[in-house]
């Protein structure tokens, strides 16, 4: 017996655990999916987006949907063109039309059965339902999109047709005189009348101008997208008559989905209902609606066909990648932010693509984003600087930067910038004090040296790059903590020579050495840096924290014996920490040590 309750027990937990799923034809859930005849030309090679055959999942997809007639057409041109008209599908759903008024109750009942795509809300509005078809062809419509009219005696209609549907000077409605100050009569308190008129078009530009202009700069096509968001757009089909006469059946005979009055909205359903009939719906949503149906005295409820059509802003940046590039390739989604530019590091692989991925890359970051740049070679010359090819956007490589409040000016042609070591220079920042002395010895345009101004008493910064100096005593200005800094351009090992053959030497208590590719050769300037000094005083021997890369199996291991063979000693305590992955099996590592008394006070030093 205790078996059987068992056995039942477990029948009914797999019954109620196990995922309902609903057989439904791949027309249902995919309807007329097509693929673009051509999405962009390169030369002579034509490059189409693909589609894996990998199951579909829940959701939107550029793989699902239709494409428009109009976006399929083949398009020559000389480079690669991202022709964004190939990213628009449609999709057709099913949607129930309700009045404005129960649009957020009956969302909150049937959320699981709505359509629930990331960026498209489940409530459309339908074009054209505030008003009544029969007074629609008595009202003039305007002369173009700014709303401006042929005559004053349309101009007074629209405002009488306004008012009589309650709307005020916030909706866009231009009120009589007489009406316009009994309005300022009732507004009318303490600080004085709310709102003027005329002083308000004196005083503000005209936004609608504005946003022309801006988008006629960018290129932006006007009229082309309907909606709040400028990505998707909703359109009602012709209803079918078997739906009036199926909703009938659930509501009663006298259900009149014809009749609407007042505004309505759509309930977007989920894509799996896209084609079903009323009968064909859920028990869910059928007990919702005869529940309403009940509650109203005034039955307006209609299924109809929509046409959801989700254009090129839409899809992320990954989505399109993925569709323009070939099946199989990695997809390059990230990137180093400077500014307005982003520094991409493409494979050999994505060179062919270039230009595409800049493209997708500049349009899914705007306005944060402004040029977009690929690195050609490694870092090589004495002076760090890049080799930066534009892709796409402006040509201008000058940027501001901002890290831990600070401005920072950087031109990417002639200097050289690191936005992944602001964590690394955070660190740094934590263990300074306000007592310290900071000599920075390759500062560059000052990322470390003008941050750490702000809490050490004195910095001493050095770089050997002329164009690097001169950015460096510009945002020791902009950032007003030229008082605190001392800028120096020579060579590294002549700054560090030079310093400690004079005073200064005795106040210095941190040195920064950000050179990973060959910061450690430096460190034999350290060397007999007191020989010519009694050693019975009383020096400041200071933290040295240095930087650099290893292949090597034991990273740590490898960068401690290259600092004791620069320093030509080997009872050296070095803390070693691995900062970052810069390549496959590549790491940079940051070394901190107290300069032994036996290196500083040594009698001869080793030749470079």
Request: proline content about 5%; overall charge positive; aromatic content about 8%.
């Amino acid at each position: 017996m205790v078996s059987r309750s068992m056995s039942m027990s477990m029948s009914m937990s797999n019954v109620f655990l196990k995922p309902y799923l609903i057989p439904l034809p791949s027309k249902f859930l995919f309807p007329n999916t097509l693929k673009p005849s051509l999405a962009l030309t390169l030369k002579t090679t034509f490059f189409i987006p693909h589609f894996s055959t990998t199951p579909l999942s829940y959701g939107p997809s550029l793989r699902k949907g239709t494409i428009p007639s109009q976006s399929q057409s083949s398009q020559n041109q000389k480079d690669a063109v991202l022709r964004e008209e190939a990213f628009t599908r449609v999709f057709l759903l099913a949607a129930l039309r309700v009045p404005s008024a129960e649009c957020s109750a009956l969302e909150g009942r049937l959320r699981g059965h709505l359509l629930n795509w990331p960026r498209v809300r489940n409530i459309a509005r339908v074009p054209g339902d505030d008003l009544d078809p029969s007074l629609a062809p008595l009202l003039p419509q305007p002369i173009n999109g700014d709303g401006e009219f042929e005559n004053e005696e349309e101009r007074t209609l629209v405002s009488v047709q306004r008012r009589i549907h309650g709307k005020a000077d916030g909706d866009g409605e231009v009120l009589s005189p007489v009406l316009y100050r009994d309005k300022l009569a009732r507004t009318f308190n303490s600080r004085g009348f709310v709102k003027f008129r005329n002083l308000a078009k004196i005083s503000r530009p005209n936004r609608n101008k504005k946003r022309k202009k801006r988008k006629e700069a960018m290129g932006v096509e006007e009229g082309r997208r309907v909606g709040q968001n400028g990505f998707a757009v909703v359109e009602v089909v012709e209803e079918e008559e078997e739906d009036s006469v199926g909703m009938r059946k659930l509501l009663g005979e006298e259900f009149a989905s014809s009749k609407w009055r007042g505004s309505t909205r759509l309930l977007l359903l989920d894509e799996r209902y896209a084609g079903r009939g009323v009968e064909e719906l859920p028990e869910a949503i059928k007990a919702v609606l005869k529940e309403y149906a009940e509650k109203s005295t005034m039955l307006t409820l209609e299924l109809v066909r929509c046409k959801l059509t989700l254009f090129y802003d839409y899809w992320q940046m990954t989505e399109v990648l993925e569709t323009l590039l070939p099946a199989g390739m990695i997809i390059p989604s990230a990137f180093e932010t400077v500014g307005h530019i982003a520094h991409l590091n493409l494979r050999d692989e994505h060179l062919p693509y270039k230009r595409l991925i800049a493209k997708v890359v500049l349009d899914k970051n705007r306005p944060k984003i402004g040029t977009v740049v690929n690195k050609i070679d490694s870092i090589q010359n004495e002076y760090r600087t890049m080799q930066l090819e534009v892709l796409a956007g402006n040509h201008s490589l000058v940027t501001t930067v901002v890290e831990n409040g600070i401005r920072f000016q950087v031109d990417l042609a002639t200097v050289y910038w690191s936005s992944r070591l602001g964590t690394e220079r955070q660190r740094l920042l934590s263990g300074f004090t306000r007592t310290d002395v900071v000599c920075d010895v390759f500062s560059g345009v000052g990322p470390l040296a003008i941050s750490a101004a702000r809490i050490v008493k004195r910095v001493f910064a050095n770089d050997l790059n002329p164009y690097a100096v001169e950015y460096l005593e510009r945002n020791s200005v902009l950032n007003k903590l030229e008082k605190k800094i001392k800028v120096f351009n020579m060579d590294g090992r002549r700054f560090i020579k030079s310093l400690y053959a004079s005073d200064i030497s005795q106040s210095i208590t941190q040195v920064v050495m950000n050179l990973p590719s060959e910061a450690a050769e430096f460190l034999d300037a350290f060397r007999g840096i007191y020989r010519n000094r009694p050693k019975d005083g009383e020096y400041t021997f200071p933290m040295i924290h240095v930087y650099g890369f290893s292949k090597a199996r034991d990273p740590e291991f490898d960068f401690h014996e290259r600092i004791r063979i620069a320093l030509v000693e080997v009872a050296v305590k070095v803390d070693v920490r691995r900062v970052r992955v810069v390549a496959p099996g590549k790491w940079m590592l940051c070394a901190s040590f107290i300069l032994p008394k036996s290196v500083a006070f040594a009698n001869s030093t080793v030749d470079s």
